[in-house]
Nanobody, 128 residues
Framework: VRLVESGGGLVQAGKSLRLSCAAS????????IAWFRQAPGKQREGVSC????????YHEDSVKGRFAITVDKAKKMVYLQMNDLKPQDTAVYYC??????????????????????WGQGTQVTVSS
């Protein structure tokens, strides 16, 4: 399993970024993919997740209305569109996968212990 994030960078508050996660090595069409972030000195926190089979998605309250997670099954890509960025969004953003996710029984949630595979992360820095 391989997950590779890209798209991070330095932006001013109020601007947008789109993160990408390229996935390989598992059955992409029936999995849960999530985005997490970790700011310096803070614990890693869940941001958003999506079920690739039905595209059902979830966003934590801290990003709801500003971030949107989407999937391109043909390309095996998951995206995180981040709008109206705030300095508190500054963190390393990680993509993670749960290939055993059962969409018939559960809704995805970005809880770390549920995701077995992780990417290396991409830095997002938002200046005020």
């Amino acid at each position: 399993v391989r997950l590779v994030e890209s798209g991070g960078g330095l932006v001013q508050a109020g601007k947008s970024l789109r993160l990408s996660c390229a996935a390989s090595g598992f059955t992409f069409d029936d999995a849960a993919i999530a985005w997490f972030r970790q700011a310096p000195g803070k614990q890693r926190e869940g941001v958003s997740c999506i079920s690739t089979i039905d595209e059902d998605s979830y966003h934590e309250d801290s990003v709801k209305g500003r971030f949107a997670i989407t999937v391109d099954k043909a390309k095996k890509m998951v995206y995180l569109q981040m709008n109206d960025l705030k300095p508190q969004d500054t963190a390393v953003y990680y993509c993670a996968a749960d290939p055993q996710f059962d969409s018939a029984k559960y809704y995805c949630r970005p809880k770390s212990h549920e995701y077995n595979y992780w990417g290396q992360g991409t830095q997002v820095t938002v200046s005020s």
